[in-house]
């Protein structure tokens, strides 16, 4: 070791100078390292941060969800439908045109004309007198309560008549099916609603999990391109009505839509019957559904990405499958 020139300080720098000289002197080697003991890197970990885990999807919170975000993971849901649908046409209209209240009335109108008993005008004069006359002799009227009072109403079963279950079904679904896919992209057209008609995040929410759950769950409707924008326009409407104090004007809603009023109110209609009327929904609900959109948006990047779908049939009762019907004109 050599000693430099002091500098101004009056302190004395050292180097390791064994160049050309063949003295080693011994020196203590420093430690080896140890990330873990500098306090640069430690990173201090609280006593209340112990059983706390890493970020994860489910820390969404859907008070603070913004709008826009909810009708990106509505959009991304009704599209994971779509492709994994396809095309897949309406069942077909019932044959039979006659609607079931029409047979009842038709009913009642056969059992009243092959009844003749109101024809005879002296079975309503013995009536009015109230007294029974036997071989020219007035017998003592009968007490009320003993008298068996016949009705002149006919009986009608309710629901004797009425159309099968599925048929009342296919009936409904074929009110969201348009003749043919419209021109509009799903996210264009939700951005045109949210421009016009905007909503919160709760309505869209609610909307992606209604219409998740007839599709997935209960598999009463699938998804296509044909049907896709008058569910999410019917399902908008009745969730917000369903969950906001305040809607738009029906006419408002149906110019933005692209409908006319009257379609307006068939498809909000057709909705409710559809999901059975279960609009009821709570913040646990909506967030495991939030959770699951984010997670499915995630993953549509990936390469033949395929949506995970239950396979479990969970039908109404008394509900049977809907038949899929190769070649169909579909209704307006």
Not at 54 to 61: A, E, G, K, Q, V
Not at 96 to 122: D, F, H, V, Y
Not at 267 to 285: G, M, P, Q, R, V
Not at 288 to 301: D, M, N, P, W
Request: overall charge neutral.
């Amino acid at each position: 070791m050599s000693p430099l020139p002091t500098n101004g300080s009056g302190s004395t720098a050292f180097v390791n100078s064994n160049h050309g000289s063949d003295d080693h002197t011994d020196h203590e080697l420093p430690p080896p390292p140890n990330p873990s003991s500098d306090a640069g890197l430690t990173v201090n970990h609280c006593a209340n941060d112990r059983g706390v885990s890493p970020p994860s999807p489910s820390s969404i919170d859907i008070f603070t969800l913004s709008p826009i975000t909810a009708l990106k993971l509505l959009c991304a849901g009704i599209e994971a439908l779509v492709q994994f649908t396809g095309d897949i046409p309406p069942t077909p209209a019932s044959a039979e045109t006659t609607m079931p209240n029409m047979r009842g009335m038709q009913a009642e109108k056969e059992n009243i004309r092959r009844s003749g008993s109101w024809t005879n005008l002296a079975g309503f004069r013995q009536r009015a007198s109230g007294l029974d006359v036997i071989d020219g002799v007035n017998l003592r009227p009968k007490p009320l309560e003993s008298q068996h009072i016949v009705s002149a109403e006919p009986y009608i079963i309710v629901g004797e008549n009425a159309e099968p279950l599925n048929v009342q079904h296919s009936a409904i679904t074929r009110k969201f099916y348009s003749k043919r896919p419209p021109p509009i992209s799903l996210e264009d057209y939700l951005m045109r609603i949210h421009t016009f008609c905007p909503m919160s995040t709760a309505v869209y929410l609610a909307t992606s999990s209604y219409i998740h759950r007839v599709a997935v769950d209960e598999r009463v409707i699938p998804v296509t391109r044909r049907n896709s924008h008058r569910l999410i326009l019917a399902g908008l409407r009745v969730a917000m009505k369903a969950l906001e104090d305040q809607s738009y004007a029906h006419a408002r809603f149906s110019k933005v839509g692209g409908v006319s009023e009257q379609e307006l109110s068939r498809l909000e209609i057709n909705f409710c019957f559809l999901t059975n009327f279960e609009f009821k929904t709570s913040k646990e609900a909506l967030l495991q559904h939030a959770i699951s959109l984010k997670e499915l948006s995630s993953l549509q990047g990936g390469v033949n990405f395929v949506p995970k779908m239950s396979l479990l049939n969970k039908g109404r009762p008394g509900m049977a499958a809907q038949e899929t019907v190769l070649e169909v004109t579909a209704d307006a």
